[in-house]
C-alpha cells in the first residue's frame, strides 16, 4: 500500500516567519510530488510541484525533494494570516493516480 | 485564468436514488479525473480519462460508479444507486498532461 505521510498539526507559526511543512511517502519509485492548499471547505488548490532533487522556488514558497530519504518538504517564507490552511502533500503514484497525504494544518498567528 | 467548474455545488439525495454529477474541464486539457473526500479524511482518487475512456480507477469506484465524457466540454460521474456513506464531497480535476492537476470547486454530496 502506497502512503504518503504528514504531521496533522496544527503548525503554529508568527506572521513574518518561515513555516516548514514535511512529508515522506512510501514508494520509493515516485517521481513526480506535489502540494496543494486547502482552505476549510474549498477545494485543493495546486501551490508548487517538483520532479528533481533539489530546492525549487517560486515567490515566497520553497519546494525540496530528497528522493533518497523519500522526503519532500515546503517551505514558506514572511508567513501572512492568509496562508492558515491545510496543506496537502502528494505523490503521483501511477500513470494518473495522485495519492494524497491526510495534510498539516497550518496557522499563522498575527 | 481556466477554472475547472462542477454543479451542483450541493446535492441532496436520498439513498438508493441515482446521482449525476457535472463537470467542465479546462479547455485544452485532455486529462479529467474524479476525486472525493469524506468529511475530515484524505483526498481519495476515484477515476481517471484519457481519450474517451478510464485509464485507471481505485478500489472505490465499483459497479455502482461510472463516468462519461458526453460532449466535448462536460465529463460527468454517475453514482446509479447512492448509499449513506456515498456522502462526500466530490472534486473534478483536469490535466493538459499527466502531470499537473487542476481542482473545481467541488460538489457537496448528501446522502439521507
Known amino acids: 500500500q502506497k502512503e504518503v505521510e504528514q504531521n496533522s498539526g496544527p503548525l503554529s507559526v508568527p506572521e513574518g516567519a518561515i513555516a516548514s511543512l514535511n512529508c515522506t511517502y512510501s514508494?520509493?519509485?515516485?517521481?513526480?510530488f506535489f502540494w496543494y492548499r486547502q482552505y476549510s471547505g474549498k477545494s485543493p488548490e495546486l501551490i508548487m510541484f517538483?520532479?528533481?532533487?533539489g530546492d525549487k522556488e517560486d515567490g515566497r514558497f520553497t519546494a525540496q525533494l530528497n528522493k533518497a530519504s523519500q522526503y519532500v518538504s515546503l517551505l514558506i517564507r514572511d508567513s501572512q494570516p492568509s496562508d492558515s490552511a491545510t496543506y496537502l502533500c502528494?505523490?503521483?503514484?501511477?500513470?494518473?493516480?495522485?495519492?494524497f497525504g491526510s495534510g498539516t494544518r497550518l496557522s499563522i498567528r498575527p | 485564468e481556466p477554472e475547472v467548474t462542477q454543479t451542483p455545488s450541493h446535492q441532496v439525495t436520498q439513498m438508493g436514488q441515482e446521482v449525476i454529477l457535472r463537470c467542465v474541464p479546462i479547455s485544452n486539457h485532455l486529462y479529467f479525473y474524479w476525486y472525493r473526500q469524506i468529511l475530515g479524511q484524505k483526498v481519495e482518487f476515484l477515476v481517471s480519462?484519457?481519450?474517451?475512456?478510464?485509464?485507471?480507477k481505485s478500489e472505490i469506484f465499483d459497479d455502482q460508479f461510472s463516468v462519461e465524457r458526453p460532449d466535448g466540454s462536460n465529463f460527468t460521474l454517475k453514482i446509479r444507486s447512492t448509499k449513506l456513506e456515498d456522502s462526500a464531497m466530490y472534486f473534478c480535476?483536469?490535466?493538459?498532461?499527466?502531470?499537473?492537476?487542476?481542482f473545481g470547486p467541488g460538489t457537496r454530496l448528501t446522502v439521507t
Open positions: 502528494a505523490v503521483r503514484s501511477s500513470a494518473s493516480k495522485i495519492i
Open positions: 480535476a483536469s490535466s493538459a498532461d499527466s502531470y499537473e492537476q487542476y
Open positions: 514508494d520509493r519509485g515516485s517521481q513526480s
Open positions: 480519462f484519457y481519450n474517451n475512456e478510464i485509464s485507471e
Open positions: 517538483i520532479y528533481s532533487n
